[in-house]
């Protein structure tokens, strides 16, 4: 089993995973490219290190919690050489399918096991370690990484065998948030310009067959007018142009409209929760 991890990223979830892991009795190791994000973990139980490569010297485990792909090729560029032989990189970032690939193809040769293992969930359940981890990878190494997975998610998921199935589960499941998101702003809108009060969509909502914690969540957050951020807009909509890339042979009508609400909402502010898509209907 893995005895040591090291966790590159420390944005929202990376931060949050990472401090879960710290509570377990493995030797955590972070980094981030702004320093400011490892402050809190300096006096805590995980080493500070000063380089990816630093950090992930020694580690039976590497984490990778990045933006994107061209962020993670900047990180892994330094840190995939300084990783140990037999070292299995869980690469948890959402990149999309085609760069997991090729992820995982740097990784095997470099002699790294790669385990695609991007994750469902936004804020709250990486801090109380509910996520769900899809992955796709050798059975053996995953069984491996049971500590790790046990820390930050509450169930995994199979995909498949190996990279990239993970990685395009996930986006497929972005894009079913992202539509729920943009389904309920625009429910709560249509509603508005109607004459009826908007919070009456969520009541209506309530114990019928296509009701959704996710909507009231959400809508909720409409109501409050609070879009601090668990999943923000700039990411969605990253996701939504992967899937928009990737995908040949579908009907390009819906995850077009979603880009351009998505994109619409970044132009106001890109780091608000995707909740702010509402705003998009507003103008």
Avoid: C
């Avoid at 990685?167 to 998101?181: D, E, F, Q």
């Amino acid at each position: 089993m893995v005895q040591s991890v090291a966790v590159l990223g420390l944005g929202t979830m990376g931060a949050a995973m990472a401090t879960r892991l710290a509570d377990t009795d493995l030797k955590v190791t972070v980094w981030n490219r702004s320093p400011k994000r490892t402050e809190p973990f300096r006096n805590g139980p995980a080493r500070v290190a000063d380089s990816p490569a630093q950090a992930v010297e020694g580690a039976d485990a590497v984490l990778t919690m990045v933006f994107d792909a061209v962020a993670l090729d900047e990180v892994m560029a330094t840190a995939l050489p300084a990783m140990s032989k037999g070292a299995i990189w869980m690469q948890s970032s959402t990149i999309g399918p085609a760069a997991a690939g090729q992820q995982a193809e740097k990784a095997a040769r470099a002699g790294v096991r790669y385990v695609d293992a991007p994750m469902l969930g936004t804020k709250g359940p990486a801090e109380q370690g509910t996520l769900k981890a899809l992955v796709a990878g050798d059975p053996e190494a995953i069984q491996q990484l049971e500590p790790v997975l046990d820390a930050v998610a509450s169930a995994t998921l199979r995909a498949g065998e190996a990279a990239p199935a993970a990685s395009a589960l996930k986006v497929a499941m972005n894009t079913w948030i992202a539509t729920i998101t943009a389904g309920i702003g625009q429910a709560m809108t249509v509603a508005q310009r109607l004459g009826v009060d908007p919070a009456l969509v969520l009541d209506a909502l309530e114990g019928t067959g296509v009701d959704s914690p996710y909507a009231h969540i959400k809508g909720k957050a409409i109501l409050a007018d609070d879009f601090t951020p668990s999943f923000d807009v700039a990411g969605i909509l990253k996701d939504l142009r992967l899937a928009n890339s990737q995908t040949d042979g579908i009907s390009p009508e819906l995850l077009d409209a979603l880009e351009a609400l998505y994109a619409r909402a970044a132009e106001n502010d890109g780091g608000q929760d995707i909740a702010a898509v509402w705003k998009a209907f507003q103008s």
